[in-house]
């Protein structure tokens, strides 16, 4: 039920999605140098890796510059890539992901290899979960990069604090989760991006 729930989700939202995603692509092309698709090894089902995809909004090599995004005018980033950013329009192609059978609609976000080196053997568990593009754990942090921006050292910030935090609430959700508890995420996911409130931050 859940795999019928994603690929429905996936494709209606890649056909919706296809006329602004094309224009996005153009505009990411004439901005700047290195392709319209960012692709990132991630850690997925059972510890296995696989190429999570984004819009790219940073300019080339900027990941060697380090793991985290750390506030929203992040020097990294291009002008287009802060305005998809903004609204999440970057993860848009991981329903592409979805599809194929690499990650789900909701549930935990992947992290890269890095990181998950340092899981402890009960945070571990995450990994039997297929991790997914939306989560409750990322509405709770929906505004992760501006708390890294007020650490003097947001690395550990978010070793040390955010991301034990965000394992812990979706191993919690995953222990009821159903198709209704998605959709309910999902719902709660997309009244978050298009609040008003986030809208007016982004205009301003």
Same mark, same amino acid.
Request: glycine share 6%.
């Given at each position: 039920?859940?795999?019928?729930?994603?690929?429905?989700?996936?494709?209606?939202?890649?056909? &919706?999605?296809?006329?602004?995603?094309? +224009? +996005?692509?153009?505009? %990411?092309?004439?901005?700047?140098?290195?392709? !319209?698709?960012?692709?990132?090894?991630? %850690?997925?089902?059972?510890?296995?890796?696989?190429?999570?995809?984004?819009?790219?909004?940073?300019?080339?090599?900027?990941?060697?510059?380090?793991?985290?995004?750390?506030?929203?005018?992040?020097?990294?980033? $291009?002008?287009?890539?802060?305005?998809? =950013?903004? !609204?999440? +329009?970057?993860?848009?192609?991981?329903? +592409?992901?979805? &599809?194929?059978?690499?990650?789900?609609? !909701?549930?935990?976000?992947?992290?890269? /290899?890095?990181?998950?080196?340092?899981?402890?053997? /009960?945070? =571990?568990?995450?990994?039997?979960?297929?991790?997914?593009? $939306?989560?409750?754990?990322?509405?709770?942090?929906?505004? #992760?990069?501006?708390?890294? /921006?007020?650490? $003097?050292?947001? #690395?550990? $910030?978010? &070793? #040390?604090?955010?991301?034990?935090?965000? %394992?812990?609430?979706?191993? #919690?959700?995953?222990?009821? /989760?159903? !198709?209704?508890?998605?959709?309910?995420?999902?719902?709660?996911?997309?009244?978050? &991006?298009?609040?008003?409130?986030?809208?007016?931050?982004?205009?301003?």
């Amino acid at each position: 039920m859940k795999r019928t729930f994603d690929v429905v989700v996936a494709l209606g939202m890649l056909m &919706l999605f296809l006329p602004l995603g094309c +224009l +996005l692509a153009l505009c %990411i092309l004439l901005e700047s140098r290195g392709g !319209v698709f960012y692709r990132q090894e991630r %850690i997925g089902l059972h510890g296995k890796p696989f190429k999570l995809l984004k819009f790219r909004s940073m300019r080339p090599k900027a990941d060697l510059e380090g793991k985290l995004t750390v506030g929203e005018r992040d020097p990294r980033i $291009t002008r287009i890539g802060y305005v998809i =950013r903004k !609204v999440k +329009l970057d993860e848009f192609p991981q329903f +592409l992901n979805v &599809l194929m059978g690499e990650m789900s609609v !909701v549930g935990p976000r992947p992290e890269v /290899a890095e990181y998950v080196n340092k899981y402890n053997e /009960a945070q =571990r568990k995450v990994l039997d979960y297929k991790p997914g593009i $939306t989560d409750v754990a990322s509405l709770k942090y929906f505004e #992760e990069n501006k708390l890294l /921006a007020q650490s $003097t050292d947001p #690395e550990r $910030t978010y &070793l #040390e604090e955010i991301m034990p935090e965000k %394992i812990r609430i979706n191993l #919690e959700y995953q222990r009821s /989760a159903s !198709v209704l508890s998605d959709v309910h995420v999902v719902i709660n996911t997309a009244l978050r &991006l298009f609040q008003p409130k986030n809208v007016r931050r982004h205009q301003s």
